[in-house]
């Protein structure tokens, strides 16, 4: 009997980690928004790079050039707060140095749609609600 405690005990204890933790990772995947007649996308990778791919053109990851330096895009979420809080925090990479930081908010709708707000001035403040230009659904491709 004692066995079977400590078995069911654990087998919750793995179940509580693994909910905990899928939530925390909706976010990863490719993401595919429309404008009008535009469509893009955003890849957030498990490492934590993200990628934008816009008109045909990626920029972002691990390492791309900007401005003739080699520079990286990487995100965060924070889950704790609602909306969630995403930042993109762009780094010069030679000189290991931020060079901007694009805040936004993010509301899941579901597993595989979420509402983005992002503010493109990284002089303005993270807005604080979902509507107007700056607002996108997204829909997870992959």
């Known amino acids: 009997m004692k066995k079977t405690i400590k078995y069911f ?3 919750i204890f793995i179940g509580l980690l693994t909910s905990f933790t899928t939530s925390e990772k909706k976010h990863l995947g490719k993401w595919e928004g429309k404008d009008k007649d535009d469509i893009g996308y955003i890849l957030f990778e ?15 990851g691990k390492e791309f050039t900007m401005k003739d330096k080699r520079a990286q895009i990487t995100y965060t979420f ?21 060079l901007g930081r694009l805040k936004g908010i993010v509301e899941f709708e579901s597993d595989t749609q ?9 002089k303005k403040s993270r807005p604080t609600s979902f509507g107007g230009p700056n ?5 997870k491709v992959k």
Request: aromatic share 14%; hydrophobic share 45%.
């Open 9 to 11: 005990s654990l087998l």
């Open 46 to 60: 498990k490492e934590g790079y993200a990628t934008f791919l816009i008109d045909g053109q990626s920029f972002g």
């Open 78 to 98: 924070d889950y704790k707060q609602t909306p969630i809080p995403v930042d993109f925090i762009i780094t010069d990479l030679d000189a290991a140095k931020e």
């Open 114 to 122: 979420m509402k983005f707000a992002l503010e493109f001035d990284a």
């Open 135 to 139: 607002t996108i659904v997204l829909t």
